[in-house]
């Protein structure tokens, strides 16, 4: 059983940078992909970034794309979320979630086996 802790969640002021992190229990699937989400008070749960299991690849949700950076590093069962220009609306509890590629499918649409519990992100204006 996989197991995800994420970290480095906390408050900042609107403009100001974080960087969240996941840690996996152990290592991740062959083909295996690693995301980020996030819930913000009364909303949906949505998209944010995923990382393939070489880093070759990446998806972002419009609202995040040249503010935030995904990244992993394997050697270490970890993945990054370097978060710039934050913004008010980027209030949410993160969360880290891992899982198999569907073959022949975009890579956001990518299977979540595992979630963490969630780090709380909040930018105040």
């Known amino acids: 059983q996989v197991q995800l802790v994420e970290s480095g969640g906390g408050l900042v002021q609107a403009g100001g940078s974080l960087r969240i992190s996941c840690a996996a229990s152990?290592?991740?699937?062959?083909?295996?992909?690693m995301g980020w989400f996030r819930q913000a008070p009364g909303k949906e749960r949505e998209l944010v970034a995923v990382?393939?299991?070489?880093?070759?690849?990446?998806y972002y949700a419009d609202s995040v794309k040249g503010r935030f950076t995904i990244s992993r590093d394997n050697a270490k069962n970890t993945i990054y979320l370097q978060m710039n220009t934050l913004k008010p609306e980027d209030t949410a509890v993160y969360y880290c979630?891992?899982?198999?590629?569907?073959?022949?499918?975009?890579?956001?649409?990518?299977?979540?086996?595992?979630w963490g519990q969630g780090t709380q992100v909040t930018v105040s204006s």
């Open positions: 990382i393939n299991w070489s880093g070759g690849s990446t």
């Open positions: 979630a891992a899982g198999r590629q569907r073959v022949g499918a975009p890579l956001a649409a990518y299977r979540t086996d595992y």
């Open positions: 152990e290592r991740t699937f062959v083909n295996g992909a």
